[in-house]
């Protein structure tokens, strides 16, 4: 069990167990970080975020793009890791490796394109500046834990700001492996520091810090309101990444056999852990049993078996934990209607799952499950499938699948969340924006304003009166 699944965390551990959810086996132990050791680095990234912050923007740029060439250099090593400390399928590993060198790159590409506005004024010149926030803390969570961890340190480091990154218990070994790869290619001591611990020590002392600027929290909804809280205490700067339960829309005027084929994907990649995982499949009534005919030979087709093998999609849960809140979930409100296989023996596994007729109502129809189980539901109409999507407290994404162009962008529209697609399951690029709506988060990450959300403006006046 990895300490972060201990149920009672009365005493705080030393260090932290680094488990193969494949295999079970112990793949490192690595020291904890203590308070002390959270202030150490807070006065070390303040002191190195000063000297990073008055370099002159293509000097900063030029080092970020060299840590991304070092990121590339070790692709593939950073990838075995994940498979190792996370259970991901080598091929996704490996996407997630070169997502973090692509956002280092774009991010790079943006430290010279950081411009404040020229505003015409009475009197006088009126400029903006866009200053760097200082010490900038990343909370991550498990279940993508090299492009999570990416996704605030790129632009954080190219806006001018310090990083001090808290990977999650359970995975903290591509995070310290690309804290020695940004050494490597010359970022500056002390500026991208990472403190593995455990949330409720390590990490809630970097919210509590007074010298931390900012919080990017990425992880559960119960503890980024906790996290929120903290930092009203000093109006400390916050951006939340939470949970999901994004529906899957698929309008009868939809090309069925493609929606089909492409929804075992959209909740069992990751095993489902996901936050975007489209864990409610909401299908018009004249299609639904069409649909689940060709869903479940998709479903079973879904390979799952040993993380490092390149044809495997799917791998294991990330602990024994993860399982059992996992199993909570199905055959209490809802039986399987699609149920896949697993390997034998050891590793936290669990199958691939479709549940039916939860009528809206069952806890799997609207609790975030972060394991491979979807629900099905019918729906009548447009109208109803509007309601259906909007009748849960998150809202981070979801898909249209309709022939009918009006009807996509009408659906789009009218579903409350920040992520949606259309005839695709795709949510996240780091070009373009990406955050919830309701209690899936606050603020946005990624895109054009990535960098932005790291800077105060700050508004300038100078009279140009002669008296
Ligand atoms: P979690 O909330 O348990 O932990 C996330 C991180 O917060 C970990 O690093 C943990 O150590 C730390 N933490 C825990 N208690 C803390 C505290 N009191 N103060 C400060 N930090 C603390 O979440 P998890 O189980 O690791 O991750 C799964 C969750 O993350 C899911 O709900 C998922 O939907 C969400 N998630 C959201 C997004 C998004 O972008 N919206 C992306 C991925 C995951």
């Not at 202030?39 to 002159?56: C, F, I, K, N, S």
Request: with cysteine; aromatic share 6%.
């Amino acid at each position: 069990m990895t300490a972060a699944n201990t149920p009672h965390q009365e005493h705080h551990v030393h260090e932290l167990q680094v488990i193969d959810p494949a295999t079970e086996e112990l793949v490192a132990t690595v020291p904890a970080a203590t308070p002390d050791d959270v202030d150490a680095a807070v006065t070390r990234a303040a002191r190195a975020g000063r000297t990073w912050a008055a370099l002159a923007p293509g000097d900063r740029a030029r080092l970020l793009r060299r840590f991304a060439e070092t990121v590339d250099g070790q692709l593939e090593e950073l990838a075995r890791l994940e498979v190792r400390e996370a259970g991901h399928p080598i091929g996704n590993a490996r996407w997630e490796a070169g997502n973090v060198r692509d956002l280092l790159d774009y991010a790079a590409g943006g430290v010279e394109r950081l411009t404040g506005e020229q505003i015409p004024v009475a009197g006088g010149l009126n400029v903006t500046f866009r200053e760097p926030l200082g010490v900038v803390a990343v909370i991550a969570p498990w279940n993508f834990p090299m492009p999570i961890a990416a996704w605030g340190t790129a632009p954080a480091l190219a806006a001018g700001n310090a990083v001090l990154l808290k990977p999650a218990e359970s995975t903290p070994l591509t995070a310290l492996r690309l804290a020695e790869l940004a050494l490597d290619a010359g970022l500056p001591e002390g500026l991208f520091q990472v403190l593995p611990g455990e949330g409720p020590v390590a990490g809630k002392a970097l919210v509590d810090h007074p010298g931390t600027a900012k919080v990017v929290f990425t992880g559960s909804t119960a503890v980024g309101k906790q996290v929120m809280a903290a930092c009203a205490d000093r109006v400390k700067r916050v951006t939340l990444e939470l949970g999901g339960k994004s529906p899957n829309i698929v309008f009868a005027d939809a090309d069925v056999e493609r929606a089909a084929a492409a929804a075992p994907g959209s909740f069992l990649d990751n095993t489902g852990q996901d936050c975007c995982a489209r864990s409610r499949i909401l299908v018009q009534r004249e299609v639904y049993d069409r649909f689940m005919e060709l869903l479940e030979p998709a479903v079973l087709a879904f390979r799952t078996g040993d993380p490092s093998d390149p044809d495997t999609a799917m791998g294991p849960l990330i602990s024994a934990a993860q399982r059992d809140r996992v199993r909570s979930y199905v055959g209490e409100d809802a039986p399987a209607a699609i149920r896949g296989g697993i390997p034998d023996g050891k590793g936290f596994w669990y199958p691939a799952t479709v549940l039916e007729g939860a009528a809206g109502g069952g806890r799997a129809a609207v609790e975030e499950i972060f394991g491979p189980v979807a629900v099905v539901l019918p729906f009548e109409d447009e109208a109803d499938a509007v309601r259906l999507a909007n009748a849960t407290d998150y809202g981070l994404s979801g898909s249209v699948w309709t022939r009918d162009v009006a009807r996509a962008l009408r659906v789009s529209r009218a579903v409350a969340a920040g992520n949606l697609s259309v005839n695709s399951h795709s949510s996240v690029r780091y070009s373009t924006p990406f955050g919830g709506y309701k209690q899936s988060g606050l603020g946005r990450e990624l895109g054009p304003g990535a960098l932005a959300a790291f800077t105060e403006t700050k508004n300038v006046f100078i009279s140009t009166d002669d008296a």
